[in-house]
């Protein structure tokens, strides 16, 4: 997936986590959304 390869390449940049908090919350794939929120997760403290 492009937002893993995103989140692990650059780490956490705050347009990655802006990028992942609205996958999170908007994307139309419930599977995209709780994989977004799972990252989140665990990128942040």
């Known amino acids: 997936m492009g937002l893993g390869l995103l989140a692990t390449t650059i780490g956490v940049q705050p347009k ?5 908090r609205d996958r999170a919350i908007n994307d139309p794939d419930e599977q995209l959304r709780e994989w977004a929120q799972k990252q989140l997760n665990q990128l942040q403290p």
């Open 16 to 20: 990655t986590i802006e990028l992942l």
